[in-house]
Every structure is written in structure tokens, then in C-alpha cells.
């Protein structure tokens, strides 16, 4: 049986979707090329082209709160097939971008993410907090070593007679900026995720995907487990054909990511559970691994941005762009930074520190509102596909 709605177009979302890359979308005549070429899409309620018409009809809350919008992946296989040149892809990702900022809270940072005239506001936010933190971590060796000797000892900050970054910004003032700002992004994301989640559920219902009232958690649980080999392998993005060389790129910038992730956590152990400060031996298998995740970030963002420049048919927003930029910075920082140091040049290696811990901050605190969130998103609603056996 037809679906049957009552339609309450919300003409300000057209503007909004439009406005974020999704500028094709009145062409589409409503065809369904789109959805019968999309080697993602399931047979039952297949998209591009049912989201397409919500679109132009304006329909936000059948968009925002649908998880299909997240099982796209963007390969534009449907917009290079698309006979009236509509991007039903690049709609999509319009959409994604949307739903972030309508989940994430508050509401005024989301658009100031989103804006590129309140990125300047952005960055002086962790750049004035590093540099007052520099101030007060020079000020404070300073005092010490003069009171040192004056009694005649010799002032030792946490063992550091070397060229070491906690000699510059105290290894305990990143991390009371950082543990704290870790426990905002899950907030958010918590807080997002549970609108997030019962959108999907209450849509799916809506259009007959799931017979179940309520989330099972344990089989959720389970379908995530299910389901997380094929996010680690970026499988989705090897169906595709149109953009198919974009999964190294994203398989470099997320491994790096992991492997940042598992480097972080290891030396936060041993600093504060062995209290051995850095910094640590270039021989350590460790720094190995941060090193080979350092690189990998930046080729991998190198990449992207290749890609991106060379497929002028595609939309390319400030939302890609910032984040991209952000990564390649964090990635080219990181090295840097540590160069610098074994070349025992104090200024640049200090310089290049505070510069990394900037993009450090920027990445984290603005993850819930940046394209970055599709990680969370889209793992949870290919949790949701699963769980539903939306396949
Ligand atoms: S987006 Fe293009 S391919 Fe898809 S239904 Fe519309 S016109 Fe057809
Ligand atoms: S961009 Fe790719 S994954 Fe997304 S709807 Fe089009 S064909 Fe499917």
C-alpha cells in the first residue's frame, strides 16, 4: 500500500539543504535511477530517491530522523548516473550535515562550526587558553628556579633537562583541558544519540521497517558487534565504483586516529601509573606506532584532498574542507613538532607544540558538530540497519 502523509512542507530546510551542497536537489523528476544503482542501497524502501522527494517536499522530520540518510556513504555512483544531473549524494550529505547540528547541543556552536566567519572566534577560544597555560608554566618554572637557588638547590620540573614540551606547556594543565573536554564530547554525543536513536526507531516504525515497538538492547548490542568489521574494513565504500579510490584515504586518516587513540592512552598510563615522564625514546615501539599513525594521518588527509580537488562534479562544502584541513594540521603538527625537537630547536618545536594542541582542541571540542560525527552517527545507524535486518 502507498505510504499516505500529511505533508507540512518546512521551506527554511530546503534553503538550509540546499545552502550545505545539496543545490541540485529540485532537478530530480523522480526517476529512481538513482536508488536502483546504488549498490548500498536494500530492495525493500530503497533510497536515494524516496529522500530525494522528502527533500524537495521539504520534509524534515522524515529526513533528519532517518537512518538510511547515514547508510549512504557517498560514492556519487547515483549522481554520476542521475539523467537530469541532480547529486542525490551530495543531497545526502547535505542532509548528514544537517542532522548533526539538529542533534548536537548546543545549537548556537553548531552553527558557529558550520559558519566560516566565526572560525577566527573558534581557534582564539584553545589559542588565548594554551597561551595564558604557556604563560603561567614559564612563570611558574621561573619562581621555582629562583627559589631554588637561593637555598642552593637546583629546580627539576618533573625531570625535564631536556628540550620537552611539558617544559613549555605543563603536561597537568593539557590534561585538565583535555579529561574534562573529553567527558563534554561524550555528553553530547549521549545526549544527540538518544534523540538520535529513537528518531530512526520511531521513522521505522512509521514506514513499516520494523514490527517492534521498542529496541531490544541486547540485540543492539549485538548487531553493533555484528557490524563493526564492516565499519573497520570500510567494506560499504568498496561496493561503489564513482569514488572507490576514497577508501585508502579514509582508511589511513581512521587508522591514524586509532592508533593515536591507543598511543594517548598508553602514555597517559605510564605518566600517571609509573610516573615516567617524557619524553620517551624514538626506539620505543610505542612512538613507533605514533609515528606510523602520524604518517598515516597526513597521507591519508593528502589524499582526501586530491580526491576532492580533482572531481569538480562534485560538491565540496566548508563542513569537508574544515574538517580536512583540521586533520592534515593535527597530522602535520604532530610530526613537526617532534622533529623539531630531536633537531633541538627550542623555539620552533614549542611554536609547532602550541600550534597542535590548538588543532588538538579544535578536533575534540568540536567533534559533536563537525563532519567527524558521521563516525558515531553512521556506526549507530548501520547498528540500526542490522538490529532491523535492514540489509
Ligand atoms: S535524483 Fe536523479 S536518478 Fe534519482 S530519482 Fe531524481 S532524477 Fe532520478
Ligand atoms: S552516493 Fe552512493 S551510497 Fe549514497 S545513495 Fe548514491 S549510490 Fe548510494
Redesign the pocket.
Known sequence: MTDRYLVEPDMDFVKEVVGLGGDTLKKCFQCAT?SV?????PDTKP??RKEMIAASWGLKDKLVGNGDIWL????????TMCPRGAK??DV?GAIRSYAITEYAVPKALGKAVNDPKKLPVLLAVPAVLFALLALITVVFSGVMTSIFDVIGLEWSHGGHDVLAHANFISTWFVDLVFIPLTGWVVVIFALGLKRFIRDIHDNAVLEGKTDKKEIDIKEFLQAFVRVLPTIIKHEKFSE?SENKDRTTAHLMVLYGFIGLFIVTNIFFFVLYIFHIPGPYSQLNPVKWLANVAGISLIIGSILMIKSRLAKKDQSSTYKDWFLIGLVLALGLTGMLTEMTRLAGTAFLTYLLYYIHLVCVFCLFAYLPFSKLAHLVYRTVAMTYAEYGKRT
Open positions: 538513482c544503482v546504488c549498490p548500498i542501497s533510497f536515494p549512504c556513504h557517498n560514492c556519487g555512483d547515483c549522481s542525490p549524494g545526502l561503489c
